[in-house]
């Protein structure tokens, strides 16, 4: 069993001393910018450097939280925070976006980078993809279980990094965009306004359906450990130092194999919860259990834990052992040296003794005095005293030293050689041509077709439509679709793919085998939108076609996918047109044109909430305060909110440039409106019904 990492959240300076004075091994923390806790105080570059000198005296080390989705022209100032990192240096940089992370293994190999949990790992495949991109660490998917811990932990060759305590996502993370379609505020990129926390209702549920409470593991991460697990996270960098030191110092006792005291467990909760904890993910026992609200007893309750949650941080934590040895000898300055365990050493000199008027000096009465080492990080492990008989010394000057040198050796032991970054080989990579061919002057009305269907029965009939689907470049319906239903539709001569789900929680050998199914009838086409699908589908030699669930966001993402295999991908639905038109790379794109826009992934059903997966007919929908009706559908390991309308440019598709395909998906419509649809496409005129443009216009801040 390895010694489980504690890894704290700092959101802004206040935070730091609390988390290290209580244990933590790791601090995560954002900068002023590109960090997804963007409304969180975070760090400026003078507090940065701070933090990183305080924390490595300490022997805690520093992961700076890089992990936003980021713009062709935000990646230059986004290199330029790395570089600073890199000469602190900070220990790790906390990645999500996929180009961000391909310049850095250029410019910066030495620097260890960790795959953000936005970046929605879960399946072993995913994890080793990871591993093949260069990362060091993954900080894995809050919604698996143990049993998937273990599962992805007996084959990784990096470090895993679980959550244990702190907030849950309703939605698995990076593949939520509620948020920035409903108001333009990006969780991808830092600025999510949590809209989950509002009234949305499922049928018998609470009226809360898509708010779940905090996790905690508190109690059980020995566990944790004992899957293989590296690292323990806890969540909150937009919490309050008190709640970081409740969650630190449970976290720490645990760890340690100590129990957590009853009271500490009491105020763990009231200085923050919904409802009390859950850990459904991690026992695999989701539905109704797992979900909750912040009530007016959770408020009531903090005020009272708060005093005493202070006490926890007021004194430096005395972890790290020292030896020390002190000589004093006639006719010499007296002399004082300290040892940390890596190696560190420092040699204070003093005053010379005097011959002892009354009380000569003792071993005794120096090893007392200079092992005085409250106030600091150190703790005397041994203290070995010389002394020539007959001297003194003023304690005043015994103190001098032992403080002096304590000083040193904090000093030395925050001095740390800075990561290699080449300025150079990140501007040559930005530097690279953004052309993107032919595709330049290719606007929606010439692109290829692609057609997603949810199932079968929704393939309309009738002329006019088929010749629109043979006519399609390629058609997916979703793996495990009976074989019968695919041979049928390959002799309508339509060219099909199949399409993965984006959540692979506990069903990956399952749709291996639908993948095999397909291929033994010649399907090599699909669409994966998420690494953990399109690693599964090399691994099986396929045609990866990527899917907008792997944020493609600029031209260095697209450059790395194709770098991976990938055929050809759809971009983020979070950039505008003007935006996808300027991208670069060779990897052909395309963009969604007509669809309901998924709203969140999620694990834990908001239909739960009301009634079991037994009762349900699969085709359940939540309602808002306003009586939009927003469809839950389910496939593979989690189920899709899809937004109440449906996404609408089939009227504009002049204005759809730079792209090599558009894609329609058909997710709740049944055949007839499918094929209205198809009969008049591609010169389809505004629609009667409610539409959205979606972020084509408006984007994400």
Known sequence: MNRLEILAPAGGPESLEPAVRCGADAVYLGAARFSARGAAQNFDREELAAAVEYCHARGVKVYLALNTLLRDDELAEALQLAEYACRLPVDALIVQDLGLSRVLARCAPGLKRSASTQMSIHTPQGAALCRELGFGRVVLARECSAAEIAEIARTAELELECFAHGALCMSVSGQCWFS???????????????????????????????????????????????????????????????????????????ADGEPVPPWLAEDLQAVFSRSGFTQGYFDGARGREMFGTRRREDVEAAPAALKRLHGLYRAERQSIPVRLAFSAQTGQACRLTMEDPDGNRVCISGAVPQPAQNAALSQERCAVQLTKLGGTPFAAQSCVCTLDEGLALPAAELNRVRREAAEELLALRAKRPPVVFSAQAAEQLLAAPVTHGSAGERTGENAALRLHFAAAEQIPAGEAAAEKLRRAELVYLRAGTPPQELEK????????????????????????????????????????????????????????????????????????????????????????????????????????????????????????????????????????????????????????????VPLFLLDRLREVRGIDFISMRFTVENSVEIGEILTHFPKNSRPEYDFTRGLAEKGVI
Not at 581 to 604: F, I
Request: aromatic share 4%; proline share 4%.
């Open 180 to 254: 920035a379609v409903l108001g333009s505020r990006s969780g991808n990129r830092g600025l999510c306004a949590q809209p989950c926390r509002l009234p949305f209702a499922a049928p018998g549920g609470t009226g809360h359906d898509l708010s779940l409470k905090d996790l905690s593991l508190a109690g059980r991460l020995g566990e944790l450990a004992g899957l293989g697990v590296t690292s323990a996270k806890i969540e909150g960098r937009m919490k309050r130092p008190e709640y970081v030191a409740a969650a630190v110092s449970a976290c720490r006792r645990d």
């Open 489 to 644: 539709l390959q002799q309508q001569g339509l060219h099909l793919g199949v399409e993965l789900p984006r959540a692979l929680f506990g069903c990956t050998e399952a749709f291996r085998a639908h993948l095999r199914t397909a291929r033994s009838l010649g399907i090599s086409d699909v669409w994966a939108g998420t690494l953990n699908a399109a690693a599964l589908a090399r691994e099986e030699g396929l045609a990866v076609h990527g899917g907008f669930g792997l944020n493609a966001f600029n031209t260095q993402s697209l450059e790395l996918l194709r770098e991976l295999g990938l055929r050809d991908t759809e971009v983020s639905i979070e950039l505008t047109l003007t935006q996808i038109a300027a991208l670069g790379g060779e990897l052909p794109r395309g963009v969604t044109v007509y669809g309901r826009l998924p709203l969140m992934l999620t694990r834990c059903c908001p239909l739960q909430n009301g009634r079991s997966c037994a009762h349900c007919d699969k085709n359940g929908s939540l309602t808002d305060r306003r009586g939009a009706s927003f469809p839950v559908r389910c496939f593979g390991g989690a189920s899709e909110l899809l937004n109440s």
